[in-house]
C-alpha cells in the first residue's frame, strides 16, 4: 500500500534542529536534482519581483526572504512543518507502528518526501515556474517516474490535487483516487473544503489499520475506509484511476 499526498503551502518553521540533508530524504540519488532546484529558489527569492514570479502576494515577503537561507534553516519531520485541514486530520505525530515507507508527499521543492524526511519551511507553489526549470510538474516527472515505478507495490490511494498528480502518473489499474461528495437536496455534490478533511482521516485510518493487518488490494482499501465513511469503489481499468467516492453525511 502506498498514499500520496500533497503538501500544503502554509507551513510552521521549525525554530531548532539540524539544517537539510539531502542525502537523508527519500531517494537520496535525487540529491542534485533537488539541490539544483533550492539553489534556484534561493536566487530568485532574491529579486524585486520574486513575488511575481513565485506568484505570492506581497504579505508573503517575509516566507520569500527565508527562502534565501534554506540550507541553513532547520529542518524538521515533514509532518510538522506541513499545517492545513488535512495535515490536522491525519495527525501523524500521534500514529504508532507505522511504517514511514507507505505514506509520500509530493512538492515542488523536493519532489517527493516521506512524512518522516526533515525538511525547512519552504514557500514555492507548484505554479510558479523558475527560471531554466519552468513546468516543476514536467521537470520532476522526467526524474521520478523510474523511482517510483520501482519504489511502489500494491493499491496506491492517491489524495494528490491535480497539480501534484503531474509529478507522477500512477500505474492506473491499481491506483484510486479519493473523491468526496455531500448529499444536498438528494443529490450528490462534490465538495472541497471537506474534501481535504476527508482525505486525511482516510489517509489516518488506513495507515493503523495496515499496522495491525497489512492492506494489499483495493478491495481491502475500500472496506477499510468503509468502516469509516459510506465509500464507493469505481474499479480502475488498464488506462484510468479508480475512485474512492466518499459521501458524507
Not at 147 to 161: E, K, M, V
Amino acid at each position: 500500500m502506498l498514499i500520496l499526498l500533497p503538501p500544503s503551502e502554509g507551513k510552521t518553521a521549525p525554530e531548532h534542529g539540524e539544517p537539510l540533508s539531502f542525502n537523508d530524504l527519500v531517494f537520496p540519488g535525487l540529491s542534485g536534482e533537488r539541490r539544483t532546484l533550492v539553489q534556484e529558489l534561493e536566487v530568485v527569492s532574491g529579486l524585486g519581483n520574486a513575488h511575481e514570479i513565485l506568484k505570492v502576494g506581497k504579505s508573503l515577503h517575509k516566507e520569500i526572504a527565508a527562502n534565501q537561507q534554506l540550507l541553513e534553516a532547520p529542518a524538521a519531520p515533514a509532518w510538522q512543518v506541513y499545517t492545513g485541514v488535512l495535515f490536522d486530520a491525519l495527525d501523524y505525530g500521534t500514529l504508532e507502528h507505522v511504517d514511514d515507507d507507505l505514506t509520500l508527499v509530493f512538492s515542488a521543492l523536493f519532489g517527493v518526501t516521506r512524512l518522516s524526511d526533515a525538511i525547512p519551511s519552504y514557500r514555492y507553489p507548484a505554479t510558479a515556474k523558475l527560471p531554466g526549470i519552468g513546468n516543476v510538474g514536467t521537470w520532476w516527472r522526467a526524474r521520478l517516474t523510474d523511482q517510483l515505478s520501482d519504489y511502489a507495490s500494491g493499491p496506491i490511494i492517491d489524495c494528490r490535487s491535480t497539480t501534484y498528480r503531474s509529478f507522477w502518473k500512477t500505474p492506473p489499474f491499481r491506483t484510486v483516487t479519493v473523491d468526496v461528495f455531500q448529499r444536498v437536496n438528494g443529490e450528490l455534490k462534490v465538495v472541497s473544503h471537506w474534501a481535504k478533511q476527508a482525505r486525511g482521516y482516510v489517509a489516518r485510518h488506513l495507515l493503523q489499520q495496515h499496522a495491525q493487518e497489512p492492506i494489499g488490494s483495493l478491495q481491502q482499501v475500500t472496506e477499510t475506509v468503509g468502516e469509516i465513511y459510506e465509500v464507493e469503489l469505481v474499479e480502475p481499468t488498464a488506462k484510468k484511476a479508480g475512485s474512492l467516492r466518499i459521501v458524507l453525511s
